[in-house]
C-alpha cells in the first residue's frame, strides 16, 4: 500500500505564473518609483516577454524596450526574488490535499532559490497539510532536482520507504526522472497551460501515470492499490 504521497511545488501545487506576474508587478512598482513608467505598463510588458518569449533574460529584453541602464537589472532580479508573492492555492488543491493528508503522510520536495520557496510556502498556506518538507537548495546547488538526494531525505523524514512512497509533479526532466533516480515512483501531472505542458518524458514511460488535474490523483492512487493486493 501507499504510505506517502511527495509532490512538486511549483504547476503542481498552484500555477507557477501566478507567482510571476506577482514578481513582476514588484519589479514594475519598483521600476516606476524611479521614474521609468507607469507600472501597470511595465509588468504587462515584463509578462508578455517571458510568456511569449521565454523565462530567459526578461530583463534585459525589456531594457531594450522602456529602456533603462542594464546595470540596474541586479537589483531588479533581487527585488523579483525578494517580494513577497501573492499566490494562492486553488480551493480544489486544497480540498485534495485535505483528503489526502487524512490516508496519506504528505510531503513536498521543491527546489529553487530557498528563501523564494519558502516565501512561497507561506503565501499558499499549506504546511498545515505537510508532514515533510524538503528545499533541495538547503542541501546545495548539486542537490537540486534531479538529484535523488531531497527526494530520499522527504521519505526519510516521511518514515517511509521509497517502495512506499510515489511522487507527483509536473516537469519530467526534474521530477518525474528525480524520483525515478530515487527509487521512487512518480505521477505527471500535465495541466494545459503549464510551462512543460509540451514537453515529453524521455522516455515515455518514466512516469507511472499522466493526469491533467490533482482531481484525478485519487482514482490513480486507488488504482495502485489494488495492483498491490
Known sequence: MIKAILFDLDDTLYEESDFFRSGFCAVASHLEARGVGRGDEIAEMLAAIHFGEGRERVFQNAALRIPYPEEWIPELVTVFR?????????????????????????????????????????????????????????????????SPRPFRRCCELLGVSFEDAIFVGDNPERDIKGARNAGIRAI??????????????VPPDMAEYEIGDLGALQDVLTQEDRKRR
Do not use: N
Open 82 to 146: 525578494s517580494h513577497q508573492p501573492r499566490i494562492s492555492i486553488p480551493p480544489h488543491v486544497a480540498s485534495v490535499l485535505r483528503s489526502l493528508h487524512a490516508k496519506y503522510r504528505i510531503g513536498c520536495v521543491t527546489d529553487g532559490w530557498a528563501e523564494v520557496q519558502r516565501r512561497k510556502i507561506l503565501a499558499l498556506g499549506i504546511m498545515e497539510f505537510l508532514d515533510a518538507l524538503v528545499i533541495a537548495d538547503d542541501m546545495g546547488r548539486p542537490f537540486w532536482k534531479p
Open 188 to 201: 505527471r501531472i500535465r495541466r494545459e497551460g503549464s510551462y512543460f505542458y509540451s514537453v515529453e518524458c
